[in-house]
């Protein structure tokens, strides 16, 4: 059974940084896309930016440039850095992995982050 544990979330103000966490546990097959998802109040669950074992890796516009994915494959984690933050990055972040050989997809329970003055 795999589960995704986020951490880092928290206030912030903004123009701050947060690093969020995300620990993987069980097995997950190699090949495989890591990534972060957002949800805001009232709003879709969008993606922030996914980094897939072998190819390049995407980011939303929104975040380009002032966030950054990284993973630690030994370790099954995925870090999302997230520098100068604005009020709209406010949202419930959350991990994803999709085995798209397998077809499945795990989430994690999410992380809030609030970005206010």
């Known amino acids: 059974q795999v589960q995704l544990v986020e951490s880092g979330g928290g206030l912030v103000q903004p123009g701050g940084s947060l690093r969020l966490s995300c620990a993987a546990s069980g097995s997950i097959f190699s ?24 190819g390049s890796t995407n980011y939303a516009d929104s975040v380009k440039g002032r966030f950054t994915i990284s993973r630690d494959n030994a370790e099954k984690m995925v870090y999302l850095q997230m520098n100068s933050l604005k009020p709209e990055d406010t949202a419930v972040y959350y991990c994803h992995v999709l085995v798209p050989l397998f077809g499945r997809a795990y989430w994690g329970q999410g992380t809030q982050v609030t970005v206010s003055s």
């Open 31 to 54: 090949v495989n896309t890591m990534g972060w998802y957002r949800q805001a109040p009232g709003k879709q669950r969008e993606l922030v930016a996914a980094m897939p074992s072998v």
